[in-house]
C-alpha cells in the first residue's frame, strides 16, 4: 500500500513563499510520477505541477514561472517551491503518485495540506 505524507501547508502574506513537501512509501513509488494538484472548495482538483521519474516537469499556466517541482528520489520525496504567492493560490494541495505495474495504472492521493495567501 502506498502512503503519501505532505507537510509544508500555511498561512503566507502575499509575494511570500512557501515549500510543500510529499514523502511517498510502499511498493513502487521508486519509479513514480509524482506532482501537485489544488482544490477550491465545491470546485474541480486542478493541476499545478507534475514530475516524472526522470524529473522532465510540467505546470499549469497559473504555475509557471512561480513554482517550481523537484524531487529526490533517494528520498521517494516531491516538493513544490511556491514564490511570488497570490491570494488566488490560496486551496488545498494534493500530492499525487502514479505508476503502472502489473498492467495496471495505480493512482494514489495525500490527505491534502492547506495554503493561505492572505494579508
Known amino acids: 500500500q502506498v502512503q503519501l505524507v505532505e507537510s509544508g501547508g500555511g498561512l503566507v502574506q502575499p509575494g511570500g513563499s512557501l515549500r510543500l513537501s510529499c514523502a511517498a512509501s510502499g511498493s513502487g513509488v521508486s519509479g513514480a510520477a509524482m506532482g501537485w494538484y489544488r482544490q477550491l472548495p465545491g470546485k474541480e482538483r486542478e493541476l499545478v505541477a507534475t514530475i516524472t521519474k526522470d524529473s522532465n516537469t510540467n505546470y499549469a499556466d497559473s504555475a509557471k514561472g512561480r513554482f517550481t517541482i523537484f524531487r529526490d528520489n533517494a528520498k521517494n520525496t516531491v516538493y513544490l517551491q511556491m514564490n511570488s504567492l497570490k491570494p488566488e493560490d490560496t486551496a488545498d494541495y494534493y500530492c499525487?503518485?502514479?505508476?503502472?505495474?502489473?498492467?495496471?495504472?495505480?493512482?494514489?492521493w495525500g490527505q491534502g495540506t492547506q495554503v493561505t495567501v492572505s494579508s
Open positions: 499525487n503518485c502514479n505508476f503502472w505495474r502489473w498492467g495496471s495504472r495505480f493512482n494514489y
